[in-house]
């Protein structure tokens, strides 16, 4: 009885999974099979000797890495522009969303809404190209609008303290609008007794925000949480490499950029494996981590 049970529920569902496989193949292709180059991080990789013949020396570049001057300085810099974009960049949708969702006037709401999305849609290079010429210290907007006030812009692209400021805050810009539209979602699927009760109980709005938004949008903000803490030390590697400069280098040098340098242009593969390696153990266990605290506090989790 199970077994054909079985069978029917797989017969009705399998126009699904054909139209999931294509996709299911190319997963596996670009994103398990190149796994197994995980072992070069245990190896001297040579080229001419191939990934099985090369010798095995164990955690050798993992304490090459962990004992390289650029050890502190890019973990100090990843961890700070990570940190920094889940302060900045996670509440700021969620207020955005809150904002949007008591708007009353359609059309006002839309125009905002779509302004808001708009600068997503610009690729990293076009916006590393635009912030470049915003706060080029010579010839950038910035600088020619505070020239009109007699007022000097500091050159901010070379200071390695302000690469973090601009990163994020860059970052900000681009995607709150877009980061937003999964709360909006959630706050679209609350039932609209609780806020009828809530006027009958004579509470304003933003009593309503405080007692009914925030608390059903917890379980989506937290989940968002878990999957920002995954990655929290994946910052992303073109918009860092684009803005990087030799003079905010101490400031711009994140694991991503410093895994590129040494792998693609030092030839240093079996490092360069070993700090990817090494940086996906450390996501791996936040991830894990934040998962654990999502469900102890909200009940709800990844898995």
């Given at each position: 009885?199970?077994e054909?049970?079985?069978?029917?529920?797989?017969?009705?569902?399998?126009?699904?999974?054909?139209?999931?496989?294509?996709?299911?193949?190319?997963?596996l292709?670009?994103?398990?099979?190149?796994?197994?180059?995980?072992?070069?991080?245990f190896?001297?990789y040579?080229?001419?000797?191939?990934i099985?013949?090369?010798q095995?020396v164990?955690?050798k570049?993992?304490?090459?890495f962990?004992n390289?001057?650029q050890?502190?300085?890019t973990?100090?810099?990843?961890?700070k522009i990570?940190v920094?974009?889940?302060?900045?960049?996670?509440?700021?949708?969620?207020?955005?969303?809150l904002?949007?969702?008591?708007?009353r006037?359609?059309?006002f709401?839309?125009?905002?809404q779509v302004?808001?999305?708009?600068?997503h849609f610009?690729?990293?290079?076009?916006m590393c190209?635009?912030i470049?010429?915003?706060?080029s210290?010579s010839?950038?907007l910035?600088?020619?609008?505070l020239?009109?006030?007699?007022?000097?812009?500091?050159?901010l692209?070379?200071?390695?303290?302000?690469?973090?400021?601009?990163y994020v805050w860059?970052?900000v810009?681009?995607?709150?609008?877009?980061d937003?539209i999964i709360?909006?979602?959630?706050?679209?699927g609350?039932?609209?007794?609780?806020y009828?009760?809530?006027t009958m109980d004579?509470?304003?709005?933003?009593k309503?925000i405080?007692?009914?938004?925030?608390p059903?949008?917890?379980p989506?903000?937290m989940?968002?949480l878990v999957?920002?803490m995954?990655?929290l030390?994946?910052?992303?590697?073109e918009?860092a490499?684009?803005?990087?400069n030799t003079m905010?280098?101490?400031?711009?040098?994140i694991i991503?950029?410093?895994v590129?340098?040494?792998?693609m242009?030092s030839?240093?593969?079996?490092?360069s494996t070993?700090?990817?390696?090494?940086?996906t153990i450390?996501n791996?266990?936040?991830?894990i981590?934040a998962?654990?605290?999502?469900?102890?506090t909200?009940e709800?989790?990844?898995f």
């Open positions: 009885m199970g054909t049970l079985f069978r029917k529920k797989l017969k009705a569902s399998l126009p699904l999974y054909l139209l999931a496989l294509p996709s299911v193949i190319l997963l292709i670009f994103a398990y099979v190149p796994m197994g180059g995980i072992v070069l991080a190896k001297d040579l080229p001419a000797l191939g099985f013949e090369s095995w164990g955690l570049h993992f304490k090459q962990f390289s001057y050890f502190p300085i973990i100090k810099n990843t961890v990570s920094y974009s889940i302060l900045v960049g996670f509440p700021l949708p969620i207020i955005l969303a904002m949007v969702n008591q708007m006037n359609g059309r709401k839309q125009v905002f302004i808001t999305y708009l600068p610009i690729s990293i290079m076009v190209g635009m470049i010429m915003f706060l210290p010839s950038g910035l600088a020619n609008i020239a009109k006030f007699d007022v000097k812009l500091p050159n692209l070379s200071s390695p303290n302000r690469f973090a400021d601009i860059s970052d810009w681009q995607h709150i609008g877009w937003s709360y909006l979602a959630a706050l679209t609350i039932d609209p007794t609780y009828e009760a809530a004579g509470a304003g709005k933003f309503k405080l007692h009914i938004d925030i059903l949008l917890l989506t903000a989940i968002m999957l920002r995954g990655g030390l994946n910052v992303g590697f918009k490499f684009l803005l990087q905010n280098m101490a400031g711009s040098e991503s950029t410093y590129y340098k040494i792998g242009q030839m240093q593969y079996s490092l070993a700090i990817g390696l090494f940086n450390i791996l266990m936040l991830l981590g998962n654990w605290f999502s469900k102890k909200t709800s989790g990844l």
